[in-house]
């Protein structure tokens, strides 16, 4: 079994997290990671404060293995569920869009572990002093809000500017991924898009549908013009979101105000007229469901099939 230190601090067996996913990452789905030995994570962006409270208690319900929260750090409680989770006894915390350093002395002194996503070596660098215990270092592949830098870049170098232990996210959906993240220096890997077609994952079957038929020209970032880049499955909605932001006859008040919901409208409702789906580039290699079990073993199992085999590729 392949060991690393990511596994030693969270105390979970896989060095695999699941994705954070505003509006997707509930109890159900984090349990059934947690479970099959990695990290599962609930995300704070579900119908507010006391709704993410509850799901903590439910995934405590449904197992009795390590699993984290995910905080926005702009969401407008993110202030409310920095002291909510304190209360709740989580043990690991992974944030995005902004710094945690206003919550680390409260976090640290509740035995947190912080995990920020990051997506430059300048950001790792800050994180790392304000005491962050480990990285996601997140290439633009991913679904979701996206930097600028891609995986196979972006990983190395980080690990060479920090001393923290580094994940990485962003392309990878197999134990191919996985293994090459490590050779590349990180100690884990994290994993969203794969988890999206998981029986436990809750989104609209639209949804997955269109994520199994993707080609691996299916996605395409929009809002890139506006500061504020998202990788998405290329849909009705998508097209004309990019092409309005584009438009310099059409304000970007107006802009903002049609992807308003967007989200929400792809995960409850399946809406592909007024629906963002979030999917980074890995879409086109879904090719059917499975449990999340099976995604966490397929993913784990593989890597460490091909890194046994590595030395035969040596004469």
């Not at 119908?47 to 439910?58: L, M, N, P, Q, S």
């Not at 006859?249 to 967007?262: A, M």
Request: contains cysteine.
């Amino acid at each position: 079994m392949m060991k690393s230190i990511i596994c030693d601090m969270l105390g979970i067996r896989y060095p695999i997290f699941q994705g954070g996913m505003a509006w997707i990452a509930d109890a159900k789905l984090a349990a059934a990671v947690s479970n099959a030995g990695g990290l599962g994570l609930i995300s704070s962006i579900n119908f507010g404060t006391e709704a993410v409270r509850e799901e903590i208690r439910k995934c405590r319900e449904l197992t009795d293995k390590p699993f984290g929260v995910n905080i926005m750090l702009q969401a407008p409680n993110a202030a409310e569920v920095a002291d909510m989770i304190i209360e709740e006894g989580v043990k690991v915390v992974t944030t995005g869009a902004g710094s945690p350093s206003a919550y680390m002395p409260k976090w640290k002194a509740a035995g947190i572990k912080v995990i920020p996503v990051v997506a430059s070596v300048a950001y790792a660098l800050k994180m790392q002093d304000c005491g962050a215990d480990a990285l996601i270092a997140e290439g633009a592949e991913s679904g979701g809000h996206i930097g600028d830098l891609h995986t196979m870049g972006l990983i190395p170098q980080i690990v060479d500017a920090v001393k923290l232990p580094v994940l990485a996210a962003g392309g990878i959906f197999d134990g191919r991924g996985a293994a090459a993240a490590f050779m590349l220096g990180a100690c884990g890997v994290q994993v969203g898009t794969r988890f999206l077609i998981a029986d436990e994952c809750h989104i609209h079957e639209n949804y997955k549908e269109r994520l199994i038929s993707a080609s691996d020209i299916g996605t395409m970032v929009t809002g890139k013009s506006m500061g504020d880049a998202v990788r998405c499955l290329k849909t009705p909605f998508a097209k004309k979101f990019f092409k309005m932001e584009f438009d310099p006859n059409i304000p970007k008040e107006e802009v903002l105000k049609f992807g308003t919901g967007s989200m929400r409208k792809a995960v409850f409702d399946g809406n592909l007229s007024e629906g963002s789906f979030l999917a980074g580039e890995v879409a086109g290699m879904i090719k059917c469901k499975q449990t999340a079990k099976e995604i966490v073993e397929d993913i784990m199992l593989g890597a460490e099939k091909l890194l046994a085999n590595a030395p035969s590729l040596l004469k």
